[in-house]
């Protein structure tokens, strides 16, 4: 080996070892081009799938630890950080990089050792992405330069040779098919990983029938329950007298639904929410007075029972907190029995679901952005971006 190359064995032993670890990343693995990029001391990344990799720095990495960084790399590119990047427009590329190392290493089953921050280090919980973390982690040095594949800030050398940008969406979409079938079949996938390939994987469910699904299978649960009830006496009351007899009652399901009018929802989201709440209420079969409406942002600007969508006051605008809306809505009284959150799920969540309230989320999925996290709790059903009101 001449001075200033590679370590060719070294690089195939970790391409190896970390398609081994994470089988359904393997594609992007060996998509990426590793070129030796003397004196640069980092190993990074740029937005043309080439790894520019400093050879003295190889040479101290062993196969294994080069296989981890090589994971975090391809991770950059495959969540598109150096595109979002050009859609936020970070002040700090720095801060940036940070922040993306820690929405990939939140998902990585074993973390470089050189380019390891992680939520914590940030001071946010895990289970985030990129944007959240920037916009409420706290600052700090970065711990590795992961190149321009994920802050989009060009680096010498970069230039524009490589898998174009057409091609990187093709890999992209045969990746997160791999891996959505890896996580169907086998269940080894981390959660992170899971959500991102079902977000930009072919769907293979029809998102209406599904949401049609949990909304009767709920309203069948409630409406299948029966209670004794003394307010209104038994048919076999005089029969035995002098005791009194209970009567069995039905519950009638009373739906809440929770609208997400933060700032993050735009009015195209808008729109499909009110689609949804006008679906809900001419083809499910739910009376007027038993459904409710909350528009939310970090507090509950407007509850009201509705017939039609026109009458839904979505005000708000600010933050998000879709907790306080679904505490909001078990607090109703009479308390629904069924919560339909409708949200973007840029939210924290509370830690569990109301005592004796069944939660729907429909999560409006955006273009482009990965799914996020809802917790499990929660039945949900992903709302594609081209869809019309669900049928219900």
Known sequence: MTSGALDRHKVAAARVWAAQKMPYLASALFAAQIKPAADSGTIGIDRYWNVHADPVIVDEQSAPELGRLFLHLIAHLLRDHAGRADDVRPASSEQWNRCADAEVNDDLPEVPRSASTLPADLGCPAGRLVEEYYRDGRPGARSWDCGSGADAVPRPGDGTQGLQPAAADLLRLAVATETA??????????????????????????????????????????????????????????????????????????????????????????????????????????????????????????????????????????????????????????????????????TPWPAGRPRGVRVIVGLLAQPGMPIPYVPSWARTVVIEPDAQAAVV
């Not at 209970?246 to 009373?254: H, I, K, S, Y």
């Not at 007027?288 to 409406?293: G, I, Q, S």
């Not at 509850?303 to 605008?317: C, E, P, T, W, Y």
């Open 181 to 346: 079938r890896a996580a169907k079949e086998f269940g080894n996938v981390p959660a992170g990983w899971a959500r991102w390939a079902e977000r930009l994987a072919p769907s293979q469910v029809d998102w209406r029938r599904q949401l049609a699904a949990e909304i009767r299978r709920a309203i069948a649960f409630v409406a299948g329950r029966v209670d004794y009830s003394y307010r209104r006496p038994s048919r076999r009351a005089a029969a035995a007298a002098p005791a009194i007899l209970p009567t069995l009652v039905q519950p009638v399901p009373d739906v809440a639904v929770v609208c997400d009018t933060s700032g993050s929802m735009s009015e195209d989201l808008l729109a499909r929410a009110l689609a949804e709440v006008e679906s809900m209420l001419t083809r499910g079969g739910l009376a007027a007075a038993n459904l409710r409406v909350l528009a939310v942002d970090t507090t509950v600007h407007a509850v009201r029972r509705v017939s039609r969508a026109s009458q839904v006051v979505l005000a708000g605008g600010g933050g998000t907190d879709m907790g306080s809306g679904i505490a909001a809505a078990a607090a109703l009284r009479p308390r629904p029995s069924i919560v339909i959150v409708l949200t973007d799920g840029y």
